[in-house]
């Protein structure tokens, strides 16, 4: 885990729109220490004003409040304006509070930065609102303290996070003791570093003691292995580099991971689907949803680092029982070329099939493999349901642009590991023919007996979803477990550190 400097600023963008477009006209009626961050929206709200100055003082104290509230959202207060509001007045000030009130609102509403920019695969949809509508009224009921807070996520994720980010900030103040590196600690070890283990423990709230003698005895392996299952380590109970690592994150990189992933909830749009998956690539599951209440929770596989799972939002639509695994070609050519050119019986052992560019099938025994090459392929691989097959006894289909989805796994030990990055993109399941059950809830006639019956038979049957249920792919290093409390968890992809440097980044104009 990287440790990252607290921020000095936070506003780089606004919101992707034409609502927030540059307007030159705008732009030069400020300074270039105050240039406007929204100048299209501000210009044309003032227009509308027919230049009355809306903002007394009243209503700039209150803003001014709101825009400090800002902090607790992770986000920097002195970036809209604070300082400019009270050096200017009359109109220049109504345009600086007008600017700073909608760049605000428009982070507050759907992120600081545009989720495409750092997620390139991002699908889900905006949280928009009318917010022209929504200043001319806190204006006018002089609401204007409580109008960018109404703007954030509704989520019960995000508020979980903002009262960890508000917990965190205050013991940030406390002093922390830091486990010195070296050597693993193991039970019935004894010295200085035990006794640094335990006062670590301890400030944690894993270790109830107060006097603390070095020596790792059964109370201080059991608060190491509790701490271990909070942080999604292997609870061996043994301090290697990766647990000292995790007993020293300070609290500054804290607030910067919440920081990060409270942004990541302000990409999402409220209404996630009433039935719904949500599979948290960082966290190795994938859990679902219904009417807001969490109903089951399965361990995934995900993609190697060099082989991301992305990040997209789609739909389930069908289900296969007894899949064939269609081999992508880059996979063909990639592993399963080499493995054909050492063992070339490993085809019709592994139960894999070749087809020509005709579509005919090939013998496998037939073909010099080491004739063929990746640029050179001339052939289709197609793997036939059994136990070898390297979708197992289902896929959960939600077709996309990058042949992504859920699916079962014949190296079913893998999910005894903490890390599971070990898939070539797509999502192994941990017991996906429960998860399938629960998906065809509304589809008549299938229910778990059917799909295991089927299953049976060895035949691929293909089941179309009578309503199509969400899947939201998502990456969050920080997340809410309900009364198991928050959970920090590794940066597998290192995509933390673009998200914070765009956030830490000083306010310009998009």
């Known amino acids: 885990m990287k440790q990252f400097l607290l921020p000095a600023a936070l506003l780089s963008c606004v919101m992707a729109s034409p609502q927030f477009a540059p307007d030159a006209a705008a732009q030069s009626a400020a300074t270039p220490a105050t240039a406007l961050l929204a100048p299209k929206a501000t210009s044309g709200f003032l227009a509308s004003r027919q230049g009355q100055v809306v903002w007394d003082d009243d209503r700039i104290a209150a803003l001014r409040l709101a825009l400090e509230g800002l902090a607790a959202h992770g986000l920097t207060p ?28 428009a982070h507050m509403l759907s992120g600081k930065l545009d989720a495409v920019s750092v997620e ?40 979980a996070l903002m009262a960890e980010y508000k917990s965190v900030t205050l013991q940030a103040a406390m002093p922390q003791t830091t486990v010195t590196p070296g050597e693993a600690l193991k039970p019935g070890m004894s010295g200085p570093r035990i006794k640094l283990l335990q006062q670590r423990l301890a400030e944690l709230g894993h270790l109830d003691r107060t006097v603390f003698e070095g020596v790792m005895d059964s109370e201080t392996v059991t608060a190491l292995k509790n701490f271990q299952a909070a942080s999604d380590l292997d609870d061996d109970g043994v301090a290697g580099a990766a647990t000292v690592r995790a007993l020293n994150r300070g609290f500054i990189e804290k607030m910067n991971q919440l920081r990060v992933n409270l942004e990541r909830w302000r990409w999402l749009p409220d209404d996630l689907g009433r039935r719904h998956l949500r599979a948290n690539i960082a966290g190795f599951n994938v859990t679902a949803w219904e009417d807001g209440v969490q109903q089951r ?44 050119r050492k063992d070339p019986a490993a085809v ?80 192994r399941t941990e017991k996906p023919l429960e998860l399938s059950a629960w998906l065809l809830e509304g589809t008549p006639d299938w229910n778990l007996d059917r799909i295991n019956k089927t299953v049976a038979t060895g035949k691929e049957t293909r089941v179309n979803l009578s309503e199509k249920v969400d899947v939201h792919i998502l990456y969050f290093t ?33």
Request: a positive charge; aromatic letters at 10%; glycine letters at 6%.
């Open 78 to 105: 002195s970036d809209y304006h604070l300082d400019a509001l009270s050096l200017s007045a009359g109109l220049d000030r109504d345009r600086m509070a007008t600017d700073a009130w909608f760049s605000a609102a």
């Open 120 to 159: 390139p695969d991002w699908t889900a949809v905006k949280r928009s609102a009318d917010l022209q509508s929504i200043l001319a009224q806190a204006l006018e009921t002089r609401n204007v303290g409580d109008s960018l807070n109404a703007l954030a996520p509704k989520q019960a994720g995000y508020a």
């Open 297 to 340: 929770s399965h361990l995934t596989i995900v993609g190697k680092p060099y082989r991301k799972t992305p990040v997209f939002s789609d739909k389930v639509s069908y289900i296969v029982l007894n899949p064939w695994w269609e081999t992508p070609r880059s996979l063909a050519t990639r592993d399963k070329l080499p493995t054909f």
């Open 348 to 427: 019709e052992r592994l139960g894999f099939q070749i087809l020509d560019r005709d579509g005919s099938v090939v013998k496998g025994s037939s073909i010099d493999w080491n004739a063929v090459s990746p640029s050179n392929f001339p052939y289709r691989i197609r793997q036939a349901p059994g136990p070898l097959n390297a979708l197992g006894q289902v896929k959960i289909m939600f077709p996309n642009k990058h042949n992504v989805y859920l699916h079962d796994t014949p190296t079913r030990g893998l999910f005894a590991q903490r890390q599971r990055a070990f898939s070539s993109g797509c999502l």
């Open 478 to 510: 920080v997340v809410s477990e309900g009364k198991a409390g928050i959970r920090y968890l590794d940066d597998i992809y290192d995509r933390d550190s673009a998200v914070l440097a765009g956030l830490n980044a000083k306010p310009r104009t998009r």
